[in-house]
């Protein structure tokens, strides 16, 4: 059960990963948006992020899974393919010459990104806590049972 416990608490630690990368790819619009940054500068921070991203979300969807946890994998699943069907058709990077232009899609598909990962974050930490109370309470009834003999 231990196992149970590392594999939420990795999770944790993954979606937090992730939240942290929508939400700076949000702030980099955001600036682009006022003029705090040139568009040059907005889509090199964003596609420096971009593959990580995917590559994080990846393997949090392969690691559930392998685990066999099918209610979280296919909540992932359709993320994933979405975010591989980008990757094939090469349109996962922002073009700095259209960023304008795709400036209020882009920040839209993102807060949508962002409220998916808010919510992952909350059923994360659901499950790490019910899964390190049931690991605790189980553990404690062993040990009263080796006392009884």
Do not use: C
């Not at 999770?11 to 939400?23: E, G, K, P, Q």
């Not at 392969?62 to 591989?84: D, G, K, N, Q, V």
């Amino acid at each position: 059960m231990a196992w149970e416990v590392l594999l939420w608490l990795i999770s944790l630690f993954s979606v937090i990963a992730l939240l942290a990368l929508t939400v700076y790819q949000l702030i980099s619009l955001s600036d682009l948006e006022f003029d705090y940054i040139n568009p040059y500068d907005s889509s090199s921070r964003i596609n420096k992020v971009v593959i990580p991203e995917f590559i994080v979300q990846g393997a949090l969807t392969a690691i559930y899974l392998l685990t066999w946890h099918w209610f979280m994998f296919l909540l992932m699943a359709p993320l994933a393919y979405y975010h591989s069907q980008l990757y094939m058709k090469r349109k996962h990077q922002i073009d700095v010459t259209e960023i304008f232009s795709l400036l209020n899609g882009e920040k839209k598909y993102r807060m949508v990104k962002l409220a998916f990962y808010m919510i992952l974050f909350f059923i994360v930490i659901f499950r790490l806590v019910s899964t390190a109370v049931n690991s605790l309470i189980d553990e404690d009834d062993s040990s009263m049972e080796s006392r009884a003999y």
